[in-house]
């Protein structure tokens, strides 16, 4: 069945092998259970891929070269998305969470959830058909509404909505793994999409990079990775923060290694902001306004 999922849902797959090799560690951030069965032999074969690639390696003038942090990135990006959901998740008022796209995602299953939840998967049929199979036998810990949809389609709000999404009510939005795939106008299109769905005092959250990420030298080998399997990264933000205040949110973000961002494993140098030309990834949040 993965023969009929295209390039970038193939990543969902890559995510899961990360995320299974990391629940193996001794000093892993987390464990899911579920994500070796989610990544299947084809998710495997791309972390191998990605890891040739991006292995560091030292060239016949001594110089090192790579793309470093690969798997601590994920990590990291799991862990925080994980206690952010989960943090949100125990506010009262917050009765829906929100995964677009969810991909091979099993925080439904391997977390905890408050009674009040009501968990939303959206992604393409292809995807959570996969999943489903994969996940066969394995009841989520909440109650669990799986939307097949494209976000880039013109009418999957309506789809949503029929799944029983209540726009009045708060809610938290999870976009992670989405937007760098994304054209700048996609990404525009998409977040004042969202944000049109969303009660005042909801919350969004979703990982970016910067400009810098998508054409420094060092960040060639991993770029190439992708261009390769057919889903290039597109598009970054040297402003998160106004990113998303420009479509009704009061954002701040972080970047791994960061606190709050940090978790003990992240190794590279965090440069501050006001630095220019080195490539980044955030981490950002914010506030329906």
């Known amino acids: ?7 970038v849902e193939r990543t969902a797959l890559l995510t899961a092998a990360l995320r299974a090799v990391e629940s193996g560690r001794a000093d892993r951030l987390y464990t899911d259970p579920y994500a070796a069965r989610l990544a299947g032999d084809t998710g495997l074969k791309l972390l191998g891929e990605l890891r040739d690639a991006t292995a560091p390696r030292e060239d016949p003038s001594g110089e090192r070269s790579g793309v470093p942090s690969t798997p601590d990135y994920n990590a990291l990006r799991t862990r925080f998305f994980d206690d952010y959901l989960q943090r949100e998740a125990r506010d009262p008022q917050t009765s829906q969470i929100v995964l677009a796209p969810a991909g091979m995602d099993s925080r439904a299953h391997r977390l905890d959830w408050p009674a009040h939840t ?31 949809l494209d ?17 009045d009510r708060p809610s938290v939005w999870l976009l992670e793994g989405l937007l760098y795939y994304l054209r700048h106008d996609e990404v525009h299109r998409i977040l004042g999409r969202v944000a049109a769905l969303m009660a005042p005092g909801s919350r969004i959250a979703a990982d970016l990079v910067n400009t810098a990420a998508l054409t420094r030298p060092d960040m060639r080998a991993l770029l190439d990775v992708f261009a390769g399997w057919g889903c290039p990264w597109l598009s970054g933000t040297d402003d998160p923060e106004a990113l998303l205040g420009a479509h009704g949110f009061r954002a701040g973000a972080v970047q791994p290694g960061e606190p709050g961002a940090d978790f003990g494993r992240w190794p590279d140098p965090v440069p501050p902001r006001t630095e220019t030309g080195v490539r980044r990834v955030f981490f950002v949040h914010g506030v329906r306004q």
């Open 151 to 167: 976000l880039t389609a013109p009418d999957w709000e309506n789809t949503l909505l029929t799944a029983g999404y209540t726009p």
């Open 118 to 148: 009501r968990y939303f998967e959206l992604d393409r049929p292809a995807v959570l058909a996969l999943k489903e199979q994969r996940l066969r036998g394995v009841p989520p810990r909440v109650e669990h509404r799986t939307v097949a």
């Open 1 to 7: 069945m993965t023969g009929t999922l295209d390039a």
